[in-house]
C-alpha cells in the first residue's frame, strides 16, 4: 500500500486527500468560513436550566445557544469504566437531576462534541478531552482505556504498560489509548503525553485570564488534523502547496511525530496539486448519483436526509449462459466501489445496498466477506448485516462531518430540491386552469401570460388548440410572452 496526502491551501480553504496507490479514497474540506467546532473549548454561562429534558442552554459566545444534557456534564463522584470506547464517549451512567448540576449564570468549561445543525445548537460536553496522536487526554479523569477497535486482549494490556510507564508521576488525569495506537512502543507515548499535558497548560492559562462566554481554544486545523490522524506508516508522503502550511505543519511534526518529517514536502510545481491526481475529476464525480464501475456495470447512489440507498445494475444486457457467474462478479466489484464511495463521500448514518439478486448461497457469502475487507479501509466505524433473501445489505456508517455533498453542495433552487421539475405540459396546464380561476374572478380584458420560454414554445404550438379553446370560453383573448430569465415553472398572468 502506497498512500500520499495531498493539502491544498488558499486563503479560503484547505482540502485533504487521502491518495492511495494514485486513487482518492477520502478527501475533506474545511472553509475557513465555517469550520466546524467539534473539539473546540469555550468558557460559557449557563442561560437556561430546563428541567424537563434535563438539560441546559449554555451561551459560549455562538450565535446560537449551546445544549448541554446532564448525561454529558463530569461528576467528580461518578464511577468511569475503565475500558472507555473513545467512540462512545463515557456516559453510560445514570443521568443526574440537572437541577442540582447547574444554575443560571453559571461559569462552565465546556467542549463541543456535535456541530450545530440547522436550527439546533453546538452540544456541549463538560467532559474535556484532547486528542494527540496515539492517545486522548482527559484532564479531569484518572483513568486509563482502550479504544474497542483494537481486538487482542494481549496487546491491549501491553498498550496499558507501556502508557503506565510513560504517564508522569504528578499526572492528575487520564488517557485513552486510540485505535492508532496499535503496536506503538513507550517511547512513543511519551512524546503525546508531553504535548497534550503542554496543550492543556496552555489551555488553563488562557481560562485563568479571560472572562466568558469566549472561547478558550479551537481544535488543530484540517491540515493538522489529518497529519495527527493519518500519520500511520501507510503514508509515505505529504505534499503542501502552500510554503506557510507546510512550515507550520513541519513543526507541529517535529514536536509531535518526528519520525514522520522527513516525509513532508512543500510541492511547489506549476500545474495544481490536485490536477495531478485526477483530484477534481474524482470529486466532481463524487457528486453525481451514477458509479460507472470498470465492468460497465454501474451503481446509483441516492442520498436522502433520512437514509441513503445504493442500487446495483449490471451495465447492458447479461447473456443466460454465464448470467450467475457474471452477477457474482458485479456484485465483487460492486462491494468494494461501495466501500470506497461511503467513504470518499462520507454518508453516514443507514444506507441500504441492493445487489443483484443471486441464488448461489456461496456467492453471497463471498460478496459479503468482500464488503466486509473493504470497510475495513475505512476510518470511520462501519457495520453490516447478512445478505438477506432479497439481496438487500443493511450498512451503517457512524456519522461525523457532514457529506461531501452537504460540503459542496446545497438544494437546486429550480427544482427545490426534488431533483424534477415539472414538465413544460404540466405547467402549460395549471396555466390555462388559473386562467380560467381568475376569468371568473376579475374582470380583465385580455390576459398576458410571462412564461420561460420553453412553456411559451409549447402554448403557441401543441397547446395552441387548447389556448384558442379558452380565449373563446371565457371570450376574452389571451397573449402569451416569453420571459427569458423565467425558470420552467415559473410565470404569471396579467390582468390587463
Ligand atoms: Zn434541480
Known sequence: MSEEL??????????????????????????????????NIYKGVVR??????????????????????????????????????????????????VCTLLHEGQEVLVQVIKDPVGSKGARLTTRITLPGRYLVYMPFVPRIGVSTRIESP???????????????????GGYIIRTLAEGVEHQDFVGDIDFLRRLWSSIRRQLENSSAPCQI????????RMMRDVMSD?????????????????????RVIPEVADRMEHYSGERPLFDLYN?????????????????????????????????????????RRNQEDTIFKTNLEAAAAIARQMR?????????????????????????????????????????TQI????????????????LRQTLCEPCSYCHGRGFLKTAETICYEILREIVRESRAYPAERFVVLASPMVMEKLLDEESTSLAALEEFIGRPIKVQAEATYTQEQYDIILM
Open 344 to 384: 470518499l463521500r462520507n454518508i453516514g448514518g443507514m444506507i441500504i445496498i441492493d445487489f443483484i439478486d443471486m441464488d448461489d448461497e456461496e456467492h453471497k457469502r463471498r460478496v459479503q466477506r468482500a464488503l466486509e475487507k473493504a470497510i475495513q479501509n475505512d476510518r470511520t466505524r462501519c457495520n453490516i
Open 279 to 319: 483530484v477534481e475529476d474524482e470529486i466532481e464525480r463524487a457528486l453525481q448519483s451514477r458509479v460507472t464501475l470498470k465492468s460497465g456495470a454501474y451503481l446509483i447512489i441516492d442520498q436522502t436526509e433520512a437514509l441513503t440507498t445504493v442500487d446495483v445494475n449490471t451495465g447492458g444486457f447479461v447473456g
Open 6 to 39: 495531498l493539502i491544498n491551501v488558499t486563503p479560503q480553504e484547505i482540502r485533504v486527500a487521502l491518495v492511495d496507490n494514485g486513487v482518492l479514497q477520502e478527501l475533506q474540506v474545511e472553509r475557513s468560513g465555517h469550520r466546524g467546532l467539534v473539539g
Open 234 to 254: 501507510n503514508i509515505e508522503r505529504v505534499r503542501i502547496d502552500s510554503r506557510e502550511t507546510y512550515e507550520a505543519a513541519a513543526s507541529f511534526c517535529q
Open 217 to 224: 481554544h479551537s481544535d488543530l486545523n484540517l491540515a493538522m
Open 48 to 97: 437556561r436550566v430546563l428541567p424537563g429534558m434535563q438539560a441546559a442552554f449554555v451561551d459560549v459566545g455562538l450565535d446560537r445557544t449551546a445544549f448541554l444534557h446532564a448525561a454529558d456534564i463530569q461528576d467528580d463522584s461518578e464511577e468511569l469504566n475503565g475500558e472507555t470506547d473513545i467512540e462512545t464517549r463515557p456516559g453510560h451512567h445514570e443521568v443526574r437531576n
Open 154 to 172: 494481549e496487546e491491549r494490556s501491553r498498550l496499558k504498560d507501556e502508557l503506565k510507564a510513560a504517564i508522569p508521576a504528578d499526572e492528575a
Open 388 to 403: 438477506s433473501a432479497l439481496g438487500l445489505v443493511e450498512m451503517t456508517r457512524k456519522r461525523t462531518r457532514e457529506s
